[in-house]
């Protein structure tokens, strides 16, 4: 089955500075990629997500992520993050079926 | 409104006993899953179901039970073997055909005392 490596458990910034999440996977097929992200309090939703095609793709809030094929990544990215950003964010990979699995997830503390 | 529901949202266990959790849907999705929480550790695939009265282990199936007979509804069962069973557990839902977007519950949190 497929893996999902984040590289980072707990990342701390000012606002304005600017944000890579790191994320792996393990499958040699076709995969769907994703980024999930938690708020506070809230539920678990959708950032943004690759199936094919442009590999740099753009989610909401500013969010975009870039699939680089050749070194089996998915890393998320923002120019510059506000104090709302402040949740856990989680990458999650399917192998075009439905069993979608998940990342340990990755902390994002954004300091006002 | 649209959503998923868990219930409960906090339940309490004493040890030996099993203890069931309930997740329904009305979205008219195909798949359904059981995720389970810890911190550190991401969400972790216990079971899924594409379609109704079929489904699927995950990585930790073991210790856990599911059915599929409607296909809005997807309760899992902590069983007693379950060695660990303390944590946050979500249901998700979605269109399935590997179209990958997953909507979630709120989760219900399990104790065993």
């Known amino acids: 089955a497929q893996s999902v490596s984040q590289h980072n458990h707990h990342v701390i910034l000012s606002e304005a500075a600017s944000l890579e999440l790191g994320c792996n996977y393990s499958y040699g097929g076709t995969v769907n990629l994703f980024w999930y992200v938690q708020y506070p309090g809230q539920h678990l939703q959708l950032l943004l997500k690759y199936f094919s095609g442009d590999p740099l793709v753009k989610g909401i809030k500013g969010f975009e992520a870039e699939f680089i094929k050749s070194k089996f990544s998915f890393n998320l990215r923002k120019p510059s993050v506000q104090w709302s950003d402040t949740a856990e964010y989680f990458c999650a990979v399917n192998a075009a079926t439905d069993d979608m699995r998940f990342g340990a997830g990755t902390r994002l503390t954004v300091k006002p | 409104d649209g959503g998923i529901t868990q219930s409960p949202k906090y339940l309490f266990r004493k040890e030996g006993q099993n203890v069931t959790l309930s997740c329904e849907q009305n979205?008219?999705?195909?798949?359904m899953y059981w995720y389970r929480q810890d911190p550190g550790q991401g969400l972790r695939l216990i079971y899924y179901?594409?379609?109704?009265?079929?489904?699927q282990k995950g990585d930790i199936a073991e210790g856990y039970s599911v059915s599929r007979e409607k296909k809005e509804s997807f309760p899992l069962t902590v069983t007693s073997a379950q060695k660990n069973p303390t944590a946050f557990y979500l249901c998700?839902?979605?269109f399935g055909g590997g179209t990958g977007e997953l909507f979630f519950g709120e989760g219900s949190r399990l104790t065993v005392l």
């Open positions: 998700a839902s979605g």
């Open positions: 179901s594409q379609i109704v009265n079929d489904f």
């Open positions: 979205l008219n999705h195909d798949a």
